[in-house]
C-alpha cells in the first residue's frame, strides 16, 4: 500500500514505512562474519533476508553464502559473460546485469529470463525500489553519456540525465564506475568514481545534492565507490583511497566515518534489521 507526498511542490508515492527506534552509532565497527568467496575480484554483493549473501565477481558465476560462509547456490549467467552486478527484488529473486550483451536478467527458480535488452547504452548498477521498479544506471555505447532509467518490469517508465540547467548530472568523460541505491525517501543516489561525488536526485528525478567529501585530514580526495542506505535515511558510501565509509544524513550532511579500516575495499552494502536496528555492512576487501 502506498500513500501520497509532498516534496518540493511535487506529489511523490511513498511506500507506508514502520519507524525505527533510533540508536546512537557505535564508537567501533564490530566484525559480524567474513566470507570467502573463491572471487579474485569481487564485482558487488547482495543480501537475501537476514542470513543470506549473494556475491558477483570476476569468476563468472554468482554465489549465494550464508554468513558461516557456507556455499549454498552458485549460478552461471547463461551468456557466459561476468555479471557486472546483482540486486534481490522483494519476492527474494536474483538480478544482474550483463554488461557485456547489455541485458538485465532475472532469476527465478534458478531459471534465467531476460528482462531488458539495451541498444546504443550498457548497463553497469542496478537496484531494485521498495515500489518493486529497477533502477538502471547505465553508459552509452561511447562513454560519453549517463544515466539512470526506471523500469517497470520490462517497461521503461522514467529517464535521469540531466538537472534543470540541462546540464548532466553524472559523468560524461568516459568512465563507467558507479554504483546506485534507493533511500527510504525515495531519494535516488549515486557515487560516481569518476567525478569523485555522490549525486542525489529526489523520486522525480530533481537535482536535491552533490557530495564531494568532508573537509578533514584525509591523505588522499575523496573516491567514491560503492553505496548504500539504511532505515534511518543514512547514505554511506566507501571512500577507496582514505579506506573510510563516509556516513551522512538524508539531506548530504555529514555525520561521521567509520574508519580504522586495516584493508583497501572497494564496496560496501547495508541490509537493516527492523527488528534490532543493526546494520550489516559487507566490503569487499583487499590487501594493500
Given at each position: 500500500?502506498?500513500?501520497?507526498?509532498?516534496?518540493?511542490?511535487?506529489?511523490?508515492?511513498?511506500?507506508?514505512?514502520?519507524?525505527?527506534?533510533?540508536?546512537?552509532?557505535?564508537?567501533?565497527?564490530?566484525?559480524?562474519?567474513?566470507?570467502?568467496?573463491?572471487?579474485?575480484?569481487?564485482?558487488?554483493?547482495?543480501?537475501?533476508?537476514?542470513?543470506?549473501?549473494?556475491?558477483?565477481?570476476?569468476?563468472?558465476?554468482?554465489?549465494?553464502?550464508?554468513?558461516?560462509?557456507?556455499?549454498?547456490?552458485?549460478?552461471?549467467?547463461?551468456?557466459?559473460?561476468?555479471?557486472?552486478?546483482?540486486?534481490?527484488?522483494?519476492?527474494?529473486?536474483?538480478?544482474?546485469?550483463?554488461?557485456?550483451?547489455?541485458?538485465?536478467?532475472l532469476v527465478k527458480n534458478n531459471q534465467i529470463q531476460t528482462m531488458i535488452t539495451l541498444q546504443g547504452w550498457r548497463p553497469i548498477n542496478v537496484c531494485c525500489t521498495c515500489c518493486e521498479d529497477i533502477l538502471v544506471i547505465m553508459v552509452s555505447d561511447d562513454r560519453k553519456q549517463s544515466k539512470v532509467v526506471r523500469y517497470?518490469?520490462?517497461?521503461?517508465?522514467?529517464?535521469?540525465?540531466?538537472?534543470?540547467?540541462?546540464?548532466?548530472?553524472?559523468?560524461?568523460?568516459?568512465?563507467?564506475?558507479?554504483?546506485?541505491?534507493?533511500?527510504?525517501?525515495?531519494?535516488?543516489?549515486?557515487?560516481?568514481?569518476?567525478?569523485?561525488?555522490?549525486?542525489?536526485?529526489?523520486?522525480?528525478?530533481?537535482?536535491?545534492?552533490?557530495?564531494?567529501?568532508?573537509?578533514?585530514?584525509?591523505?588522499?580526495?575523496?573516491?567514491?565507490?560503492?553505496?548504500?542506505?539504511?532505515?534511518?535515511?543514512?547514505?554511506?558510501?566507501?571512500?577507496?583511497?582514505?579506506?573510510?565509509?563516509?556516513?551522512?544524513?538524508?539531506?548530504?550532511?555529514?555525520?561521521?566515518?567509520?574508519?580504522?579500516?586495516?584493508?583497501?575495499?572497494?564496496?560496501?552494502?547495508?541490509?537493516?534489521?527492523?527488528?534490532?536496528?543493526?546494520?550489516?555492512?559487507?566490503?569487499?576487501?583487499?590487501?594493500?
Amino acid at each position: 500500500m502506498t500513500s501520497p507526498t509532498e516534496e518540493h511542490g511535487e506529489t511523490m508515492t511513498s511506500p507506508e514505512t514502520v519507524s525505527s527506534p533510533i540508536k546512537p552509532l557505535l564508537d567501533e565497527p564490530r566484525v559480524i562474519a567474513t566470507i570467502a568467496t573463491g572471487s579474485d575480484r569481487l564485482f558487488n554483493v547482495s543480501c537475501l533476508g537476514e542470513e543470506q549473501v549473494w556475491t558477483c565477481g570476476l569468476d563468472e558465476v554468482m554465489k549465494l553464502f550464508n554468513l558461516q560462509g557456507k556455499l549454498l547456490t552458485s549460478i552461471q549467467p547463461k551468456s557466459g559473460n561476468n555479471a557486472r552486478d546483482i540486486a534481490v527484488t522483494r519476492d527474494g529473486d536474483l538480478i544482474y546485469i550483463d554488461y557485456d550483451n547489455k541485458t538485465v536478467n532475472l532469476v527465478k527458480n534458478n531459471q534465467i529470463q531476460t528482462m531488458i535488452t539495451l541498444q546504443g547504452w550498457r548497463p553497469i548498477n542496478v537496484c531494485c525500489t521498495c515500489c518493486e521498479d529497477i533502477l538502471v544506471i547505465m553508459v552509452s555505447d561511447d562513454r560519453k553519456q549517463s544515466k539512470v532509467v526506471r523500469y517497470s518490469d520490462s517497461t521503461e517508465k522514467q529517464t535521469i540525465q540531466f538537472d534543470d540547467q540541462g546540464q548532466p548530472l553524472y559523468n560524461t568523460s568516459g568512465g563507467n564506475t558507479k554504483y546506485i541505491t534507493e533511500n527510504r525517501n525515495l531519494d535516488i543516489c549515486v557515487s560516481d568514481f569518476e567525478t569523485r561525488a555522490v549525486v542525489v536526485v529526489n523520486q522525480s528525478g530533481k537535482f536535491r545534492f552533490r557530495y564531494i567529501g568532508h573537509p578533514s585530514n584525509t591523505k588522499e580526495p575523496f573516491v567514491p565507490g560503492g553505496i548504500a542506505t539504511d532505515s534511518q535515511g543514512h547514505i554511506l558510501t566507501a571512500d577507496i583511497c582514505n579506506q573510510l565509509i563516509h556516513i551522512l544524513d538524508q539531506d548530504g550532511q555529514f555525520l561521521r566515518y567509520i574508519e580504522n579500516c586495516d584493508l583497501c575495499f572497494r564496496l560496501v552494502y547495508v541490509w537493516t534489521s527492523e527488528t534490532t536496528s543493526s546494520w550489516l555492512i559487507i566490503t569487499w576487501l583487499i590487501l594493500t
